[in-house]
T-cell receptor, first 114, second 113 residues
Framework: GAGVSQTPSNKVTEKGKYVELRCDPI?????LYWYRQSLGQGPEFLIY????????DSGLPNDRFFAVRPEGSVSTLKIQRTERGDSAVYLC????????????FGPGTRLTVL | AQTVTQSQPEMSVQEAETVTLSCTYD???????LFWYKQPPSRQMILVIR??????QNATENRFSVNFQKAAKSFSLKISDSQLGDAAMYFC??????????FGGGTRLMVKP
């Protein structure tokens, strides 16, 4: 079946602009995760959804970052007033809902803030 | 907070040989899960192997196996009969009841023909 998909693949924006990154999880996966991966580092957790609600948003760096999952499937990560430090690869993953379930990742969105 | 450490930024192996990638972690939990993911230049994280902490038996997946030492909090990955397609970044990751994955800094594996 289809894996996790993310759009766009690459996004270039100017400092101060607003961006939206989209994630389409594997069908039937109720858990959805966003991670941020800076160059040369491992991914860092941002937010975790269980169904439509954010079960854990402790990784969001500040209030410029926000994510939604209104129907419990597709999720959108929104970044306001982008800064050069937001440049990274944003990875989305989904899984079944049990402890230790394997997370399956999408190809990521590379965000570049000029 | 849990931390995951990969002490080898880069490793190199000859094709058909065996290589071991190291990973240590710090946790006060007794029930957790450990993973190795592979990330080729295409960026997509691919699951290599998964280990439940309550299982003493080391996980194996074809040419990939782990050496899980719970008391030492060590979780190394052994790749046997290395192939050119194994060249990638490898990340060790920890997961407990909080569901989120905590990743190490990664090891770049190069495979020489």
């Amino acid at each position: 079946g289809a894996g996790v998909s993310q759009t766009p693949s690459n996004k270039v924006t100017e400092k101060g602009k607003y961006v939206e990154l989209r994630c389409d999880p594997i069908s039937g996966h109720t858990a959805l995760y966003w991670y941020r991966q800076s160059l040369g580092q491992g991914p860092e957790f941002l937010i975790y959804f269980q169904g439509t609600g954010a079960a854990d948003d402790s990784g969001l760096p500040n209030d410029r970052f926000f994510a939604v999952r209104p129907e419990g499937s597709v999720s959108t990560l929104k970044i306001q007033r982008t800064e050069r430090g937001d440049s990274a690869v944003y990875l989305c993953a989904s899984s079944l809902n049990y402890q230790g379930a394997t997370q399956y990742f999408g190809p990521g969105t590379r965000l570049t803030v000029l | 907070a849990q931390t995951v450490t990969q002490s080898q930024p880069e490793m190199s192996v000859q094709e058909a040989e065996t290589v071991t990638l190291s990973c240590t972690y710090d946790t006060s939990e007794s029930d957790y899960y450990l993973f190795w993911y592979k990330q080729p230049p295409s960026r997509q994280m691919i699951l290599v192997i998964r280990q439940e902490a309550y299982k003493q038996q080391n996980a194996t997946e074809n040419r990939f196996s782990v050496n899980f030492q719970k008391a030492a909090k060590s979780f190394s990955l052994k790749i046997s009969d290395s192939q050119l397609g194994d060249a990638a970044m490898y990340f060790c990751a920890y997961n407990n009841a909080g569901n989120m994955l905590t990743f190490g800094g990664g090891t770049r594996l190069m495979v020489k023909p």
